[in-house]
Nanobody, 115 residues
Framework: QGRLVESGGGLVQAGGSLRLSCAGS????????VGWYRQAPGDARELWAY???????NYADSVKGRFTISRDTAKNTVYLQLNNLNPEDTGVYYC?????????WGQGTQVTVSS
């Protein structure tokens, strides 16, 4: 019940785009900051973007200007639009609140960018 469900990943060429979705319960999303985390092979999960409950967004420097986070409160869904992708963006993308809760991690969605 507490887990979040990510979708929308895939294999794209460099320069391509994807739109990721994160679905959760109203309990999780209400009044919580929600973030997208990326985990590359062998690395820890990094917070790459987050959006506050009132819609303010913030981004890691590496994705600023290329990724856009948004939320649809009525659908209890948070999105991450990924544009101008490069191979360094490859990894498993997870969503969670920020700061994260261990019991909210979902299975993630794989994004693979080929050069």
């Amino acid at each position: 019940q507490g887990r979040l469900v990510e979708s929308g990943g895939g294999l794209v060429q460099a320069g391509g785009s994807l739109r990721l979705s994160c679905a959760g319960s109203r309990t999780i999303f209400s009044y919580n900051t929600v973030g997208w985390y990326r985990q590359a092979p062998g690395d820890a999960r990094e917070l790459w973007a987050y959006i506050t409950y009132d819609g303010r967004a913030n981004y890691a420097d590496s994705v600023k200007g290329r990724f856009t986070i948004s939320r649809d409160t009525a659908k209890n869904t948070v999105y991450l639009q990924l544009n101008n992708l490069n191979p360094e963006d490859t990894g498993v993308y997870y969503c969670n609140i920020s700061p994260y809760r261990d019991d909210y991690w979902g299975q993630g969605t794989q994004v693979t960018v080929s050069s």
